[in-house]
Every structure is written in C-alpha cells, then in structure tokens.
C-alpha cells in the first residue's frame, strides 16, 4: 500500500561522536560484515554481527545500505546507484572511506535520506521517482543510493519497499567541475579566498538556521513525485506529507468525512533497526500494539464504509425505479389537457424533469459502487498476464450467460412448419455443445488464475484491496451526491406537477356530466390516438423485424458463412442473370442455368457432409447467440404491440356498446365519482378520458364500474340525481336506521 515515510539522518550523533560513513555504506548494501544482516536478525543474532553501524565508519553505513560485505545475506537490495569523482573508481564504499578518513574529527561525514517508495509501482517505476528527487535536490552533489524490498519487520507480511540515499553535504563547485579535486582536498576546510587550494563548501540546505525549512520542501517535493508516479500508472492513492492532524483539518473541512474518520489515529513512531533485533524491546511491542489498534479500527472504518455504500446504492435504485414509474404516470395525462396554456406549462415542466431523468441515468453510468471498486482495486495489484487471465474468465461468464439465455428463449415452431422445426431440432444440440465446450474453458481459466486469488486473499493483500477500493468509492462520493440531489429535485417536480395536474382536473371536472353520445365522442378521439401510435410501432417492429434472425435464416448464414459467401455471390449471380437472359441464345441461356444449378448442387454437398453439418449448427447456434439482445428486444416490442392493440379492440367495443346504447340514454347524463387522493400520488386523475372509460364500462355491465358512476334522469329530485347507486344504497340503509328509533 502507497505509505509516506520520509527520515533524514546525520552521521553526527547527539553526544558529539561521528557514525563511520564507510560502515554505514557496508550496512546498507548490505556488504562487508553486514551480508549476514537478514539472517542475524530473523533470529535475533549477537549485535556485534547484526546491528547497524552505530559509530564506526560512513563507508561501512554504505555496505549496509548496499547489501555488501557482512550485509550481503541480509537480503533486499535490488538496486544500487552512485554518482561520484573519477578518482572513487565507482565505487562509493572508496568515497566514503576517504570521508571516513580526511573528513575533520567529529564532522559531518554524510547525510541520509530515506523514504518509502510504493509497493504498487514495479522497480523501474520506483527508480523514476528516486531520479526524480534526486535531479531535483542532490544533483549538485556526489552520492550513492540503494532501493531495498522487502517485508517489513513490523509488517503483516507486507512488502516495504524504500530507498536509503548517501550523500556529502559538500556542494559540488565551478572548480570541482571544472578539475575534480583529490579526495584528500575535496573533504578539507573550504577555502572562501582561494577555493581551488580548499574543499567543496557545505552546502547551506543542510546546516544553515532555515534547514529546517528546506526539508519542509524536501517532504514535499517528495509527496508530489510519489503522486505524479501513482496517477501516471492509473493507481487511485495519494500521499502526504502534512501531519494526520493537518490532513484531517483539511478533510473536515471539505466534507470528506471518510478520510477525516482514518484519519483520526494515533501516529506511530519510527522504530530502528537496532530496537528490531532486540528480542525484549520495549518500544517494539507497543508500536506493535499501536499498529494493530490502528489497523483493526481502519478495518472497522472501511467495512462500515463499504457496507454503506451498498446500502445507498439499493435505496437509490429503489427511488430510480419509484421517480421512473410516477413520472410515466403523469405524463400520461398529457393527452387530456385541453387548455393551450397549461399544455404550454405541461410541455415546459415534463423536459424538465425529463432532463433531470437523463442526467441522473448519466452519473449512475460514471459512478463507482463497491462491487466495481473491489474488481477494479483487485486489478491494480495484477500484473498485465494476471489482468489477461481474469478478462478472459469474465469474457467466458459472460458468453455463457448468453447460451444460457438463448436456451431458456429456444421456442420450438409447430409442426407444420417444417423447415423452422427443422432447423430448431439441429441448433438446439449444438447449443447444448458450446455450453459443454464454454464449461471447459472456465474450469481452466479459474485453475489458471486461481494461484492469483490465492494470493489476493492473503491477510495484508486483502485488507490493502479492501482500503484501495474504499478509495475508489470515495472519490465518487460527489456523483453521488449529485445523483441524490437530482432525485431529489426531480421528486419535488414531480410533486408539483402531480398536484397542479390534480388540481386542474379537479376544478375542470367537478360537477362534470357526461351525455352518452360525449362519451362516444371521447372514446374515439382515444382510439385515434392508440392507433397512431399502434402505428408508429409497428413501423418501428418492420424495421427490426430485419435485424431479427429465425432458425431456418440462421441456418441458410450459417451455411454461406461455411463455404465463405459463396452462397451470396450464387444468388447475386442468379439475379444477374434473371436481367440478361433475354439478351442470351437459347443454348447460352441453358447453360447458364445449368452451371448455376451445378455451383448450387456442389454448395449444397459440401454443407450436408457430416463436419460441414456440424460446423453449420455450430456456426448458427453462435449467430442466434449474438442476435439474442435484439431479438429479446423485439419481443418486448412485440409484446407492447400487442397490448396496444388489445387496448384498441376494448376500447371500440366499449365505443360500440356506448353508441348502441346512446338513443336509450336520451336526456340522461353520467357523472363519475371523485377518485380518492393517494398520499405518495399515485391516484388516477379524473381525466375524460378515465370518465369516458368508466362510464363506458358501466353501461356495459360492469358491476365494479356502476359503484362509480351516477345516472341523472330529469324525474328525480335534485338532492337524489347525482347520487351513486352506492350512496343511494347507503342513504337508504341510513333512513331505515333513523326509522327503527
């Protein structure tokens, strides 16, 4: 995991003695007396051998870092370079030994930078960054680096790769430059009057009163490297320089809550290597502690985190779905407001909301949930042939879902149709084959990839993916905020465009009456519009209906797909001489034919061998297979088709039955009952058109309908017309109540 850790050391020590540089070089490379370091150490060996150099010399501290000498068994160097004068041969442990030996008693013979570099990034990726840094801030200087990688001491199997950096803090001049100086004159006292006859000068970024400020710059400097390496590789994790407290202000402060809440920890120590080969230390066992106590709440945090966000996910679906069908619902009114005006604000208000609609669809398709963000997580930690192997077990999950599917939707024809039961009876088999066949290939991709996942669900490995993936999540937080705002800004229009659509029908149909010839009248102007729009699709279902493909058309491409389109390039031929067979002799004519004949005839023998059968259902199967979406989509269209047309049968039957009625009904008008008010909107407006369609159904005996519709005739009482069979049923019930008292 991406981690910022970032020390620089001195070879002063605070009493005032000097760490040997030539020691402290063998000590990192792992060289000289220190090749031993890393089995010393795992088992807690004489320190004499295995601890660091404490106060000998810089180049023995740059066998350490180098893995060389003593140090070479110690393991984890992977990469060393220098940079250095002529006279050191390219070899940093003779530099620094000449430190070790000119520098002044006591002086300052190195210093060392070392920081963590990202177990992400592969090694010439972790290079870059350490070039980087250096080009930016030791250029100007002679020094020697080592990348070590390996699993950290204190870590839970976890690789921690870092760099250790050696270097003088003399600052290369003109001089130098120009004639590099004997390393018995490079490290004397600088001479301010005649700088060739002195050493190179120390540099004031490390010893100056604001030193302190340039290694504020050096933190930096070397946090905005390590992201530059981390977005250039596509890795989702960032790292800072500033303090926890800092960072997590700054969270705070942005809303981002789930940062500001890891971030809110105990910081842990730097723990040496001299305390790591004690067996009993003290500051070992609590930082131990701390990082366990540390690492169990991150988990905590990031579960949580994780949970939530499925959670979210499934209400906002939810709503998706509510917010989808209540807006299918008002608008359906749209056909029943006569007023120009409000149609003008209708019109007005449904692009609104249908804007709304479409930019909420939009951020759902940019937006990361946590199924997605552990996948994605997963494969950052994959290298390019891992990555592969898994595409490739996707790619045959998802195939063999679509057999799947096209098996579940093989219909067999009737039959009489015998070359559509035909064709049927050869594809369905070779369906069954290719399933057998995909089966097989993902029983191998899964033993080819399983050492992957083994690896993957090892304890720190799961719990980096599991953090990398939260970070995934997080930083889509914002198209989620923006999906919530838009639902529930579209929730609220759809509110007041509900109620207004209410409050319209209720003041333009109270008291509303209908005669029966009005709701004939309004049942056709219904049916006028169901069939434009039954015809407007089934243009829509011709023009698909191409793209759709039968069994005996899969079979008949299939076939020329077999011989190559030499069944296509027959029938172009056949139509080009259906043109100019006129034009030919009786003889030319017949032997024109009789070639077509013999090409169709040795076609036919080739696709009716038994490999040319079998590649054939084969081929056939696997067309049906790619046309299934459209073909699925087709019957949905197929099906509302129908429907719209049953729609249209009932509602002419119900204008017939009204029309025959209507002489009948002379002089009675109809009046339907208020519908009732659904608190989340979801009752039926009192359009005319939901008049008309009661009324209708009422005069041809519903019985369900007449409870809703009242009958006026000019003979009854005022009070008493416009009752409801049901309320004059109540009313009478009500009367004999009072009668009994």
């Given at each position: 995991?991406?981690m910022y850790?970032?020390?620089?050391?001195?070879?002063?020590?605070p009493?005032?003695n000097?760490?040997s540089?030539?020691?402290?070089?063998?000590?990192?490379?792992r060289?000289?007396?220190?090749?031993?370091?890393?089995?010393k150490e795992k088992?807690?060996?004489?320190?004499?051998?295995?601890s660091?150099?404490?106060d000998?010399?810089?180049?023995?501290?740059?066998?350490?870092?180098?893995?060389?000498?003593?140090?070479?068994?110690?393991?984890?160097c992977?990469?060393?370079?220098?940079?250095?004068?002529?006279w050191?041969?390219?070899?940093?442990?003779?530099f620094?030994?000449?430190?070790?030996?000119?520098?002044?008693?006591?002086?300052?013979?190195?210093?060392?930078?070392?920081?963590?570099?990202?177990?992400?990034?592969?090694l010439?990726?972790?290079?870059?960054?350490?070039?980087?840094?250096?080009?930016q801030?030791?250029?100007?200087?002679?020094?020697?680096?080592?990348?070590?990688?390996?699993?950290?001491s204190?870590?839970?199997?976890?690789?921690?790769?870092?760099?250790?950096?050696?270097?003088?803090?003399?600052?290369?001049?003109?001089v130098e430059?120009?004639?590099?100086?004997p390393?018995?004159?490079?490290?004397?006292?600088?001479n301010?009057?005649?700088?060739?006859?002195?050493?190179?000068?120390?540099s004031w970024?490390w010893?100056?009163a604001?030193r302190k400020?340039y290694l504020m710059?050096?933190?930096?400097?070397?946090?905005?490297?390590q992201?530059?390496?981390?977005e250039r590789?596509?890795?989702?994790?960032r790292?800072?320089?500033?303090?926890l407290?800092a960072?997590?202000?700054?969270?705070?402060?942005?809303?981002?809550?789930?940062?500001?809440?890891l971030?809110?920890?105990?910081?842990?120590?730097?723990?040496?290597?001299?305390?790591?080969?004690?067996?009993?230390?003290?500051?070992?066992?609590?930082?131990?502690?701390?990082?366990?106590?540390?690492?169990?709440?991150?988990?905590?945090?990031?579960?949580?985190?994780?949970?939530?966000d499925?959670?979210?996910r499934?209400?906002?679906?939810?709503?998706?779905?509510d917010?989808?069908?209540?807006?299918?619902r008002?608008?359906?009114?749209?056909?029943?407001?006569?007023?120009?005006?409000?149609?003008?604000?209708?019109?007005?208000?449904?692009?609104?909301?249908?804007e709304?609609?479409?930019?909420?669809?939009?951020?759902?398709?940019?937006?990361?949930?946590?199924?997605?963000?552990?996948?994605?997580?997963?494969?950052?930690?994959?290298t390019?042939?891992?990555?592969?192997l898994w595409?490739?077990?996707?790619?045959?999950?998802?195939?063999k879902?679509?057999?799947e599917?096209?098996?579940?939707?093989m219909?067999e024809?009737p039959?009489?149709?015998?070359?559509?039961?035909?064709a049927?009876l050869?594809?369905?088999?070779e369906?069954?084959?290719?399933?057998?066949?995909?089966?097989?290939?993902?029983?191998?991709?899964?033993?080819?990839?399983?050492?992957?996942?083994?690896?993957?669900?090892?304890?720190h490995?799961?719990?980096?993916?599991?953090?990398?993936?939260?970070?995934?999540?997080?930083?889509?937080?914002?198209a989620?905020?923006?999906?919530?705002?838009?639902?529930?800004?579209?929730?609220?229009?759809?509110?007041a465009?509900d109620?207004?659509?209410?409050?319209?029908?209720?003041?333009?149909?109270k008291?509303?009456?209908?005669?029966?010839?009005?709701?004939?009248?309004?049942?056709n102007?219904?049916?006028?519009r169901?069939e434009?729009?039954?015809?407007?699709?089934?243009?829509?279902?011709y023009?698909?209906r191409?793209?759709?493909?039968?069994?005996?058309r899969?079979?008949?491409?299939?076939?020329?797909?077999?011989v190559?389109?030499?069944?296509?390039?027959?029938r172009?031929?056949?139509?080009?001489?259906k043109?100019?067979?006129?034009?030919?002799?009786?003889?030319?004519?017949?032997?024109?034919w009789q070639e077509i004949?013999r090409?169709?005839?040795?076609?036919e023998?080739?696709?009716?061998?038994?490999?040319?059968r079998?590649?054939?259902?084969?081929?056939?199967?696997?067309?049906?297979r790619?046309n299934?979406?459209?073909?699925?989509?087709?019957?949905?269209?197929?099906?509302?088709?129908?429907?719209?047309?049953?729609?249209?049968?009932?509602?002419?039957?119900?204008?017939?039955?009204?029309?025959t009625?209507a002489?009948?009904?002379?002089g009675?008008k109809?009046?339907?009952?208020?519908?009732?008010?659904?608190?989340?909107g979801?009752?039926i407006?009192?359009t005319?058109?939901?008049?008309?369609?009661l009324?209708?159904?009422?005069?041809?005996?519903?019985?369900?309908e007449?409870?809703?519709?009242?009958?006026?005739?000019p003979?009854?009482p005022?009070?008493?017309?416009?009752?409801?069979e049901?309320e004059?049923d109540?009313?009478?019930?009500?009367?004999?109540?009072i009668?009994?008292y």
């Amino acid at each position: 995991m991406a981690m910022y850790h970032f020390r620089i050391k001195s070879s002063k020590r605070p009493k005032g003695n000097s760490v040997s540089a030539a020691e402290h070089s063998d000590y990192i490379n792992r060289t000289g007396r220190y090749k031993d370091y890393d089995q010393k150490e795992k088992g807690h060996g004489a320190q004499s051998v295995s601890s660091p150099p404490a106060d000998t010399s810089a180049a023995s501290h740059l066998q350490y870092i180098n893995r060389e000498s003593v140090f070479q068994k110690r393991g984890g160097c992977v990469y060393s370079k220098n940079h250095l004068p002529k006279w050191a041969d390219g070899s940093a442990k003779t530099f620094f030994t000449a430190a070790d030996k000119y520098e002044r008693f006591n002086g300052e013979r190195y210093k060392e930078i070392e920081f963590s570099l990202p177990n992400e990034l592969n090694l010439d990726e972790q290079k870059k960054i350490v070039d980087e840094f250096i080009n930016q801030h030791l250029q100007d200087f002679y020094y020697a680096y080592a990348i070590h990688d390996k699993i950290g001491s204190m870590s839970d199997g976890e690789r921690q790769p870092h760099v250790h950096i050696m270097f003088s803090t003399r600052e290369i001049d003109d001089v130098e430059r120009e004639k590099e100086r004997p390393p018995e004159l490079f490290f004397r006292q600088y001479n301010g009057k005649n700088p060739a006859k002195g050493g190179c000068r120390k540099s004031w970024k490390w010893n100056s009163a604001d030193r302190k400020k340039y290694l504020m710059r050096l933190r930096r400097d070397y946090a905005k490297i390590q992201n530059e390496a981390l977005e250039r590789n596509g890795i989702n994790l960032r790292v800072d320089h500033r303090t926890l407290e800092a960072q997590r202000e700054e969270a705070l402060s942005s809303g981002n809550y789930f940062i500001a809440d890891l971030l809110d920890k105990k910081p842990e120590k730097s723990v040496g290597p001299v305390e790591l080969i004690k067996s009993d230390s003290k500051l070992v066992h609590t930082q131990k502690k701390l990082r366990e106590i540390n690492h169990q709440r991150e988990q905590t945090i990031i579960t949580s985190f994780m949970i939530k966000d499925a959670m979210d996910r499934d209400k906002m679906e939810e709503k998706s779905q509510d917010l989808k069908q209540r807006q299918e619902r008002i608008f359906a009114s749209e056909p029943d407001i006569e007023d120009a005006d409000e149609q003008a604000y209708f019109t007005e208000e449904k692009q609104k909301i249908q804007e709304m609609y479409k930019d909420m669809v939009a951020f759902y398709g940019i937006t990361i949930w946590a199924p997605r963000a552990v996948e994605m997580a997963s494969l950052d930690t994959m290298t390019t042939e891992e990555k592969e192997l898994w595409q490739d077990l996707k790619s045959y999950g998802k195939e063999k879902r679509e057999w799947e599917i096209l098996k579940s939707r093989m219909i067999e024809p009737p039959g009489d149709d015998v070359e559509a039961l035909e064709a049927y009876l050869k594809i369905c088999p070779e369906i069954d084959k290719e399933l057998d066949k995909i089966n097989l290939k993902i029983r191998q991709a899964a033993a080819d990839i399983r050492p992957v996942f083994e690896r993957l669900k090892l304890p720190h490995n799961k719990a980096s993916i599991l953090k990398r993936a939260a970070f995934y999540v997080n930083d889509n937080r914002l198209a989620k905020t923006e999906i919530r705002k838009l639902q529930r800004n579209m929730d609220s229009k759809l509110k007041a465009l509900d109620k207004h659509i209410k409050d319209y029908f209720a003041v333009r149909q109270k008291n509303r009456e209908y005669s029966a010839e009005e709701v004939a009248s309004i049942l056709n102007a219904s049916i006028s519009r169901q069939e434009t729009a039954e015809k407007r699709l089934a243009k829509e279902l011709y023009h698909m209906r191409k793209r759709v493909f039968s069994y005996p058309r899969a079979i008949e491409m299939a076939k020329n797909n077999y011989v190559q389109g030499a069944f296509k390039q027959l029938r172009a031929d056949k139509r080009e001489l259906k043109k100019r067979e006129d034009r030919l002799s009786p003889e030319e004519r017949k032997n024109a034919w009789q070639e077509i004949d013999r090409r169709e005839q040795e076609l036919e023998a080739r696709c009716n061998t038994a490999v040319g059968r079998s590649k054939i259902e084969a081929i056939a199967a696997g067309i049906l297979r790619k046309n299934a979406p459209i073909a699925k989509e087709y019957n949905e269209l197929c099906a509302k088709h129908r429907a719209l047309k049953d729609s249209i049968i009932q509602t002419k039957y119900q204008s017939q039955r009204v029309t025959t009625r209507a002489p009948r009904e002379q002089g009675n008008k109809f009046r339907v009952a208020p519908s009732s008010s659904g608190g989340g909107g979801g009752s039926i407006y009192p359009t005319p058109s939901r008049d008309a369609d009661l009324i209708s159904k009422a005069l041809s005996g519903g019985a369900k309908e007449a409870q809703l519709v009242a009958r006026s005739k000019p003979d009854e009482p005022d009070d008493w017309k416009w009752l409801s069979e049901a309320e004059k049923d109540d009313l009478r019930h009500d009367m004999r109540s009072i009668d009994r008292y």
